[in-house]
């Protein structure tokens, strides 16, 4: 198929899937640009993957409609929608050398011998394995093979990149070098990129922007630090990171309260603000000059983690944790008595959904 001039453009509305009665996705509608990367994010069972696979064409939605370029490829079948999309499980063919691997697309597309022979050279040399063109995958490492799998899913000049968790067979390092590799060459050839992971940490480090997602809808959209430091629902701000939520009261003023005393948040606060949230970095040893939001808690647990120690404390009837920074002087052994401050700009509404 052919695509106007904002091929790339990808524009999903009211999307829904169910099999057997069990709904994937859940009216999902979202927007990606052209030569933009995105995460789906999620736990398992979220509907990430579905969605994925709706996009592709392998599964068809119930409801809503998928347009590419303004042109609406709902039911368009994969192999016109010209998708290159990359498995957890490399899916090489095995007795194929690799650049028999990142022609084969290219061969089905009719491409002549002389134009395949040179794509496949420049594929290979993109992803630095031009010198194992002659090798079977087994001989290459489990980061090789992903390379590959990469090279041949961009041989066909695709529209979109679909990568459904293509790193998480990989050990920790070459993950972090492969998807730091990724996003370098994504952001050089300016391919528009769906990435679905479970990876909190891998979704931070590539995404522009970051699709949350949890029992079939989307529960935020947003860059990484928009998703850290501003979670719109308590599911995103538990998954995306460690936070500290606790139960506040409201005073006869309308003024919040947090263990018999008064706590200040900025911003305007919901008539039906039950809970806030704290990231464990932002809470703070209280100095002495703070006129707000300090309050005494008491030590539980102390952990020594190299450049930061991690206390484990208890505000009330509330457990949260803290995170000191640096050199720490003096110990902090269970027990101890101290005083905790709650920055009012760091600190978040709590909303179910």
């Not at 599964?59 to 590419?68: K, M, N, Q, R």
């Not at 949260?320 to 052994?333: A, D, H």
Request: charged content about 20%; overall charge neutral; some cysteine.
């Amino acid at each position: 198929m052919t695509t106007t001039d904002n091929a790339g453009l990808l524009s999903l509305s009211g999307i829904s899937k169910s099999f057997n009665g069990y709904t994937a996705v859940r009216d999902a509608s979202l927007t990606i640009n052209a030569g933009e990367l995105v995460c789906f994010l999620g736990p398992s069972g979220c509907g990430k993957t579905t969605l994925l696979r709706l996009i592709s064409g392998l599964e068809t939605p119930d409801s809503g409609h998928i347009t590419l370029g303004g042109q609406d490829i709902t039911h368009a079948p994969p192999q016109f929608r010209n998708f290159g999309m990359v498995f957890q499980s490399y899916s090489l063919f095995p007795h194929l050398t690799v650049g028999k691997n990142v022609a084969y697309g290219l061969r089905c597309r009719k491409w002549g011998r002389v134009d395949t022979r040179s794509r496949v050279q420049e594929m290979l040399e993109l992803v630095q394995l031009a010198e194992h063109i002659d090798k079977l995958p087994h001989q290459l490492s489990g980061g090789q093979q992903q390379r590959v799998a990469i090279a041949r899913a961009l041989a066909g000049r695709p529209h979109v990149l679909l990568l459904d968790e293509p790193f998480s067979a990989l050990d920790a390092k070459v993950r972090a070098q492969l998807r730091g590799d990724m996003r370098d060459l994504q952001s050089r050839l300016g391919i528009t990129t769906i990435l679905v992971t479970h990876d909190q940490e891998e979704a931070m480090t590539v995404a522009d922007r970051i699709v949350v997602m949890k029992d079939g809808r989307i529960e935020q959209i947003g860059s990484g630090p928009e998703v850290y430091h501003h979670p719109r629902t308590a599911f995103v701000a538990g998954f995306v990171g460690d936070i500290n939520v606790l139960r506040v009261q409201r005073a006869a003023s309308g003024a919040l309260m947090l263990a018999g005393l008064p706590l200040t948040i900025h911003g305007p606060v919901d008539n039906d603000c039950v809970r806030v949230g704290i990231r464990p970095e932002a809470v703070t040893l209280a100095v002495g000059n703070e006129t707000e939001n300090c309050f005494p808690a008491t030590v539980v647990k102390s952990q020594f983690m190299g450049k930061q120690t991690r206390l484990e404390i208890v505000l009330a009837d509330q457990f949260l944790s803290l995170e000191v920074y640096g050199r720490v002087n003096i110990e902090i052994p269970p027990g101890d008595q101290l005083a905790v401050f709650l920055p009012p700009h760091e600190i978040r509404q709590m909303n179910e959904h």
